[in-house]
């Protein structure tokens, strides 16, 4: 899940070097942080959230595939 939020991240921002995903487990759930430069953070969240929330949905159907639960955190 972690290369899949980094590959969408990196598609959306003017900056991919400054990109980066960090994954902590806790049992079965699973909070994944990403980290943009802050003149790319519009970008990444999008017009009422609404990019941020489709990434969300996207992380969440691929956590649900390995009967996991995943959160997003986006910094």
Not at 11 to 16: C, E, G, K, S, T
Not at 24 to 39: A, H, M, N, R, Y
């Amino acid at each position: 899940m972690k290369e899949l939020v980094e590959v969408i991240a990196k598609a959306l921002v003017d900056n991919p070097d400054s990109v980066s995903v960090t994954e902590k487990e806790d049992g079965k759930e699973t909070v994944l942080e990403l980290t943009v430069d802050p003149s790319d953070m519009g970008k990444v969240i999008g017009k009422q959230g609404r990019i941020a929330k489709a990434i969300r949905c996207v992380v969440k159907a691929a956590a649900s595939r390995e009967d996991k639960k995943a959160v997003l955190e986006i910094q």
